[in-house]
């Protein structure tokens, strides 16, 4: 999280450690082997480190922290890897920040919408109803395939 310009105390730490971290990338594994991929070693990796952290990464703090001795990935490495994370439900790119997060919510892939914090940087996830805007947008003859919403603000935390 970048929280260089923020001062504000009491956030949530939403990167998982220790028998969590290894819990949730368990259960990647098994959703894996359930849909016959592969979860690889480096996409494996990729998850790790969008799992440890605090908010959300852009793909070059991955490339960089992506070796466990320093040594940074090749970057298609990790474009390879958040592709296939990303297709699996496993993450999700928050466009306007170009930056990726772990899904945090139970399930299958879905549409992600997420509330962004403009001081800390923090993106927090939640499942959006957006069949207003599919209405209209059937009704104005659109095949729609995506929509986005990422909405703007202050967190619980920034806001005192
Ligand atoms: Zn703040
Ligand atoms: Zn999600
Ligand atoms: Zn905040």
């Known amino acids: 999280m970048d929280t ?3 001062h504000h105390d009491d956030h949530t730490h939403l990167g ?7 819990r949730a990338l368990g259960d990647a594994e098994q959703r894996c082997t359930e849909t016959q991929e592969r979860l690889t070693s480096s996409r494996r990796r990729v998850l790790e480190l969008l799992l440890e952290a605090d908010g959300p990464l852009k793909a070059y703090d991955l490339i960089a922290a992506f070796g466990e001795d320093g040594e940074p ?10 592709e296939f994370l990303e297709r699996l439900g496993f993450a999700h790119r928050i466009e306007s920040l170009n930056a990726y997060v772990p899904c945090r919510l139970e399930g299958q892939s879905h549409q992600a919408a997420f509330l962004i914090c403009d001081c800390c940087g923090a993106a927090q996830e939640f499942q959006p109803d957006f069949s207003t805007q599919a209405a209209a947008a059937k009704a104005a003859g ?12 202050l967190c619980p935390a920034c806001r005192d």
Do not use: M
């Open 16 to 22: 998982l450690q220790g028998a969590a971290l290894r």
């Open 142 to 153: 659109y095949d729609v395939r995506s929509i986005t919403l990422e909405a703007r603000g």
């Open 73 to 82: 990935a090749k970057p298609p490495t990790v474009y390879r890897a958040l």
């Open 4 to 6: 260089a310009a923020c």
